[in-house]
């Protein structure tokens, strides 16, 4: 039997600063974002260098995981770079990608003869942006043909769209589109709060990424949910969302997801006391169907600020068959906080069932004591197998109580129940927790041979990520930073 137990925790010991996590597409290869977290009321970021490491995960074949290696060592930004406060990875974890308050992003290569991460493209320091700007999200595709930035100027608090596209598909260059740096295009994302971005889907002959996002002018409470779709020469329309009217003062806390093959689209919000779940299909390129409403009860109502909703792309009836909700810019020990299945059948119609509550399991490893789940939320692998949740704890290799040590490398680690105390709050700092849908069984005597550090380049796939992997397209790093941004967050 299968279920989603802890594997591994990564700690970050410094309260002020929090990891963003991005996996790639099954869970083998993980990058980690290390910067200061934003305030809390004003989503202002303080300069720093800011740095990332990346690591691989080895598993045991009931998904266990055996060891984590890092792969080269912390990159760290120069002075008030911000580096990483947004970082993505490739669906086979060949390259990565973070962003630069300094050069909007970088994407890195591993070189394997070096070992170190060589910077393979960045748009550079003289993109013309100025400064007083944080880069505060990133999203690309899973081929990082299309990226992405969301902008915060620090002066007025509103924000800005930066599109990239590979010239080639082989190209070690990326160019910004001529309609992307016009007005109307600036305009339409001018005050993002919460945006996702699919993988690239063929309209009219053309492979570009659809975008939603919602937009609201700050200190104003109204906001509304646009769908748009990159294409090669324009951008368009892609659907509506009718449904949630700018004049509508009982809709808060108002986000939106996305499948990476553009199929299936969601919107959560929080209206009558409850946590609204609104799922939607694409109809016929014509617009977004709405299918069905689920409604999630939480322990807390008042404590929600927002929420992420990641989608995965296998479907059950007409909607996805997995549902990921994630806490977003605050601290929350809501046990709706996790995973669910989307099931249908003929007779029942849908039904949602919760397979994992994160703050639940958190607690239970803590003895009871409260480990509120962190900034910046969730982030599943493309299959969900894999899932990287921020929380607020100590840190676990300085805590006497904590059996077994973990470390960021090298720890054997072992499914719950076998691993307790992982700390209290007050202990400060900010780790990763790594829920792995894992077999419940014990370990197998004989450990995985460990392979060698892989070779990669576009062609290659790392260590752990099967052929099959290499050739799914269609599916985005990101089913909704996402990615959703981490900008200003707050109810409409």
């Known amino acids: 039997m299968y279920s989603y137990e802890i594997h591994k925790i990564i700690n970050n010991s410094l309260s002020t600063n929090g990891f963003n996590a991005a996996l790639s597409a099954n869970g083998s290869r993980i990058i980690l974002g290390d910067t200061m977290l934003p305030a809390f009321f004003t989503g202002s970021i303080d300069t720093q260098p800011g740095s990332f490491k990346v690591y691989d995960i080895i598993y045991d074949s009931r998904k266990h995981i055996f060891q984590m290696n890092q792969v080269g060592d912390v990159v760290t930004g120069d002075t008030d770079e911000n580096l990483a406060a947004g970082v993505v990875i490739t669906d086979d974890g060949s390259m990565v990608a973070v962003s630069s308050n300094t050069e ?9 003869v070096t070992k170190i991460w060589d910077v393979y493209y960045t748009p550079g320091p003289d993109h013309g942006l100025g400064s007083g700007l944080n880069i505060s999200g990133l999203r690309a595709t899973s081929d990082f043909r299309h990226i992405i930035t969301a902008n915060v100027d620090n002066n007025t608090g509103m924000t800005s769209l930066l599109y990239y596209r590979r010239t080639t598909a082989t190209s070690n260059a990326w160019e910004m589109p001529a309609y992307a740096m016009t007005t109307p295009f600036l305009e339409r994302f001018n005050a993002i709060r919460g945006l996702v971005m699919s993988d690239a889907i063929l309209v009219e002959n053309y492979n570009g990424p659809i975008i ?15 769908s748009t779709r990159l294409a090669e020469n324009n951008f368009f329309d892609y659907g509506y969302f009718p449904e949630y009217s700018s004049s509508d003062m009982t809709i808060q806390a108002l986000a939106v997801g996305i499948t990476q093959n553009a199929d299936h689209a969601v919107v959560t919000y929080i209206k009558n006391s409850k946590i609204n779940v609104d799922m939607y299909v694409w109809d016929f390129d014509t617009y977004w169907y ?5 409604e999630i009860i939480s322990d807390d109502i008042n404590t929600i600020q927002f929420s992420y909703p990641y989608l995965n792309n296998e479907s059950s009836g007409d909607l996805p068959s997995k549902l990921c909700l994630s806490m977003n810019y605050g601290l929350s020990n809501d046990s709706i906080f996790g995973v669910y299945d989307i099931n249908y059948t003929v007779q029942d119609g849908y039904s949602l ?18 480990l509120p789940l962190g900034l910046l939320g969730s982030m599943p692998s493309r299959d969900f197998s894999v899932i990287a949740t921020p929380f607020m704890g100590p840190d676990p290799d300085s805590d006497p109580n904590t059996n077994p040590n973990y470390s960021t490398v090298y720890y054997f680690t072992t499914p719950a129940p076998n691993v307790t105390n992982v700390g209290v709050i007050d202990s400060h700092g900010i780790g ?5 849908y894992a077999q419940n069984a014990p370990r197998p005597l004989s450990p995985p041979r460990i392979p060698d550090t892989p070779t990669l380049n576009e062609t290659t796939t790392p260590a752990g990520v099967s052929t099959g992997v290499r ?15 981490f900008l200003f967050f707050y109810s409409n």
């Open 290 to 294: 709405f299918v069905h409403k689920f």
């Open 104 to 112: 909007i992003f970088k994407i890195y290569k591993f070189n394997i």
């Open 353 to 370: 069932t919760q397979s994992v509550s994160f703050a639940e399991k958190l607690t239970a490893l803590a003895s009871n004591n409260p």
């Open 471 to 485: 050739i799914l397209v269609g599916a985005g790093v990101l089913a909704v930073i996402g990615l959703i941004f």
């Open 432 to 436: 990763i927790a790594l829920f792995v």
């Open 212 to 226: 939603i996002h919602v937009q609201q002018v700050p200190m104003q409470n109204n906001a509304v949910i646009i």
